[in-house]
Structure formats: C-alpha cells, structure tokens
C-alpha cells in the first residue's frame, strides 16, 4: 500500500465513473502535446517529471502512446533515487486504453507490469490481463492512470465553469492491479504563478488516502488551467515530512495558445 500511494503522488500529475459530461468542439490536447515540471521539496529542487502522448503503433494498430517519466536530481537523487515511468497506448476512437505499463525504480523497490485491456469481448464489463496478477474482470470503461487523466481533460473539464466548490467527480481507474476509484473534489479558481507568468486555473482536491503520507483527505491539489487546454499547471501534496510541489517549468505542442497574464 504504501509504494502504491507514493508512486501514485508522484504520478498524480499528470490522473470512468459517474455521469459523462457533453464534449466541447474540438479536443483540449493532440498528439505532439508535452510538459515538463519542475518538482521542489521546500525550497529544494528535488526532480523532473515530463507528461507527453504522440502517435504510435500498437500491434498493427495505430494508437496514441502516452507516457510520463518522472525522475529525482541533485542532492534528493543521492539521497532516495526516483526513476518512474508510466506508460498508456489508447485507442483514439474510444479514448479508452489498450494496454499499460509501470516501471517503477524508488530507492531499493523496483516493479515492473504491464496490463492488457480488452473492452470489447464483455458487453457489460472489462477484461484485463495482467503479468503480474492474471485475468481480473472490471467495470466497463475502465481506464489506466494516464489514459483517465486525458479522459477528465476532455468530457469533464469543458464544464468546470460549472462545478459547484465541494462537487465530487468519481474516475474508475486501474493501477497497481487493483481497481482503484480516484475521486476529485472541485475547490474553485485560483491565479497560479509560474515561470512563464500568472495562469488563471480549477482547482481540483482529490481525495487521498489518510494514513502513512496523508493527515487529511484535503493533502493534496492540482491545478489545471483555465483556459481550452485544461492543461495541469500545479500540483501540491502535505504529507507527513513536509509539503513538495509540482510546477509546470515548459510545454510544447499545446492544442491551443496557453492563456498566460
């Protein structure tokens, strides 16, 4: 458990239950899309983290591969090394995924498994093949940890304009080989600063885990931008030795101009 709440906070950045939402013209990312972060441990620079999808080939079939790589420098890599790499290969005409790979390396614990998804077979439900763990059988639409966080961009996040604060969207992932339900509590908007200027961002609070990172359910906030990219701006976790930070550093290949004061 603990390995997979602390891969999940670093994963984070870059998150289906409940009602889908109409989608808005046009979709808020496009393959090419790519943003670097900058992660800091108090004042410390402490990591890189990267989030990107481009177009791929899975099997004969062309998808959108997506993956995030986040990774420790300086003084925290000597201290604890971080090498983490999330991938997902997504069907462009579903949005839902094809198949997932974690590759995690943190300090001495290292895991590897990658997860197959076939949602056509079952009428009323998901089949996953996992390396690990074996055949599971899951909720219809499930997505994995990457794919879901494109999927909230696009059905969920053209109609934040009309969250109430407190409102509560359910996102049915699977991650770790478990079927683990992420849920986000909409916290209003908020001017986020960063090294390209002031954006104007929803802030989302998901709802974490209390115990051995977490004294709350409120320890952790992402900020996504305002404007037809959706795009995550910030992210902020307390947890029990302190508060580090995620903060967008470059991007590249947005869908739309970013809107920057």
């Not at 690990?132 to 059905?155: A, N």
């Amino acid at each position: 458990m603990r390995h997979r709440v602390a891969s999940g906070a670093i994963m984070a950045l870059l998150l289906c239950g409940g009602p889908v939402f109409p989608q808005s013209p046009g979709s808020p990312y496009k393959p090419g899309e790519k943003a670097t972060y900058l992660i800091h441990y108090g004042v410390i620079n402490g990591g890189i983290a990267t989030l990107e999808i481009r177009e791929a080939t899975l099997d004969g079939q062309q998808v959108w591969h997506s993956a995030m790589r986040a990774q420790t420098t300086g003084m925290a890599d000597a201290v604890y090394k971080v090498r983490d790499v999330y991938e997902s290969f997504i069907d462009p005409a579903t949005e839902l995924p094809l198949k997932s790979i974690r590759n995690i390396s943190e300090g001495k614990y290292k895991r590897y498994n990658e997860v197959l998804f076939d949602h056509t077979t079952r009428g009323d439900s998901a089949i996953l093949l996992s390396d690990l763990t074996g055949t599971h059988i899951t909720e219809k639409g499930i997505h994995d940890i990457l794919s879901c966080f494109y999927w909230f961009r696009k059905q969920y996040m053209p109609n934040a304009g009309t969250f109430k604060p407190g409102q509560v969207i359910t996102i049915n992932t699977w991650f770790t080989d478990e079927f683990y339900p992420i849920r986000m509590r909409y916290a209003g908007t908020e001017e986020i600063k960063t090294k390209s200027g002031r954006i104007l961002c929803h802030k989302f609070n998901p709802v974490t885990e209390v115990g051995r990172l977490f004294k709350t359910q409120d320890d952790m906030s992402v900020w996504f931008s305002a404007d037809k990219n959706y795009l995550p701006v910030k992210i902020r976790f307390d947890i029990f030795v302190g508060s580090f930070s995620v903060n967008l550093m470059a991007y590249e290949g947005l869908a739309y101009p970013l809107n920057i004061k």
